[in-house]
Structure formats: structure tokens, C-alpha cells
């Protein structure tokens, strides 16, 4: 099992920053793809911005030129750089993950974990 552990949410003024950071722990093999996700009350969590294993990113277009999407595979570690911040912004931030876990002997099986979200209000 794997389990993410998010850190660096908080309270912004519109245009600051703020640097959101998630490591993995576990019977780690391999992890393929790190995310980040956000959600506000009523609406689907959607994706921010994600990183696989051979680093290319896939940013959504409300965060082009504002958010970076960075990741240290050694550490299982993924970063999300937030400038420019807008209220707009303002959601609950979840990390995921998706790879291989070790099991019993030499076995693999895929994973896909979420963090427990951590909240970033951004005020005007």
C-alpha cells in the first residue's frame, strides 16, 4: 500500500505564491505518473497538472504560465509551484500517484493513491 502525504497549503493574497508539496511512503516499485487535483464544494475534482516518468507535463489551461508541476522521483517526492495566485484558486489541492507496489516475493501490483488533500484559500 502507498500513501501520500501532502504539505504546503495555506492562506495567499491574490498574486502570491505558495509551493505544495506531496511524498510517497510504502512498498513503492515504481511510480509512473504523479498529479495534482483540486476541488471546490459542488464541483468534480479536475486536474492541475501532472508529470510521468520520462517528465513530460500536461498543465490545465487555467494554469498555463502560472503553476509548474515538478517532481524528484528519488524521493518520491512531487511539487506544485503556484505563482500569480487568483482567488479563483481557492480549493482543496489532492496529490495522486499511479505506478507499481511491491507485494509478497518478487510480485508487483499497480497502485493508484491520493493524498488527504490540503487547502489553499487565496484571498482578494
Known amino acids: 500500500q502507498v500513501q501520500l502525504v501532502e504539505s504546503g497549503g495555506g492562506l495567499v493574497q491574490a498574486g502570491g505564491s505558495l509551493r505544495l508539496s506531496c511524498v510517497a511512503s510504502?512498498?513503492?516499485?515504481?511510480?509512473?505518473?504523479m498529479g495534482w487535483y483540486r476541488q471546490t464544494p459542488g464541483k468534480q475534482r479536475e486536474l492541475v497538472a501532472h508529470?510521468?516518468?520520462?517528465?513530460?507535463?500536461n498543465y490545465a489551461d487555467f494554469v498555463k504560465g502560472r503553476f509548474t508541476i515538478s517532481r524528484d522521483f528519488a524521493k518520491n517526492t512531487v511539487y506544485l509551484q503556484m505563482s500569480s495566485l487568483e482567488p479563483e484558486d481557492t480549493a482543496v489541492y489532492y496529490c495522486?500517484?499511479?505506478?507499481?507496489?511491491?507485494?509478497?516475493?518478487?510480485?508487483?501490483?499497480?497502485?493508484?493513491?491520493w493524498g488527504q488533500g490540503t487547502q489553499v484559500t487565496v484571498s482578494s
Open positions: 495522486n500517484m499511479g505506478g507499481y507496489s511491491r507485494t509478497s516475493g518478487y510480485s508487483k501490483a499497480p497502485f493508484n493513491s
Open positions: 510504502g512498498s513503492i516499485y515504481s511510480i509512473n505518473i
Open positions: 508529470i510521468t516518468s520520462n517528465s513530460p507535463t
